[in-house]
């Protein structure tokens, strides 16, 4: 079942996981282009991501027909690594944790807005920036990497704490 979420400047925003082995994600609008994530087929999936994969040999995005470049990062202690890159139309985009709950999307190093989904059920709010200027590329890949991947992150030192209670009586 798609979730729907409406947008301040972009109006309805639909995001979709389809298929068979649910391997892949759309994200729609009347506003925005269409935005395609892909995992490849017999992929091994990871339960705790949506798409499945943080493998970018795995991934395939297409927004609005045309083929990007898709690179998550490994997502293993640090916040940052938590990161998902893509290069679309020569425009490079940035998804990177930077709160417990939310994410910060970059354009060409710009922060241009934040993000938020909980649980994976592909309701994402995004915040844009006052006085950044959103294309409607750009809320169609920031919905799209949000919903795949997640946002937010634990610091670093939270981590290592519940890593160390676990092993304490």
């Not at 990062?73 to 490079?92: I, Q």
């Amino acid at each position: 079942m798609p979730a729907t979420v409406e947008d301040d400047h972009h109006g309805d925003i639909r995001v979709e996981l389809v298929g068979e082995q649910r391997e892949t994600l759309v994200v729609s609008g009347e506003g925005i282009p269409r935005v395609v994530l892909t995992r490849a087929p017999g992929a091994e999936v990871d339960d705790h991501i949506l798409i499945g994969t943080r493998d970018p040999r795995l991934l395939t995005l297409t927004v609005d027909g045309r083929d990007a470049t898709i690179k998550p990062g490994k997502g293993k202690l640090r916040r940052r690594s938590y990161r998902v890159d893509v290069r679309c139309a020569g425009t490079a985009y940035r998804l990177v944790p930077d709160s417990i709950p939310s994410s910060r999307l970059t354009r060409n190093g710009k922060h241009i807005g934040d993000f938020s989904s909980v649980g994976g059920d592909r309701r994402v709010i995004a915040e844009w920036r006052d006085g950044a200027v959103v294309d409607p590329a750009d809320a169609a890949i920031g919905y799209a990497l949000a919903a795949a991947f997640g946002t937010g992150g634990q610091p670093m030192w939270m981590m290592a704490i519940e890593t160390v209670s676990e092993f304490l009586p």
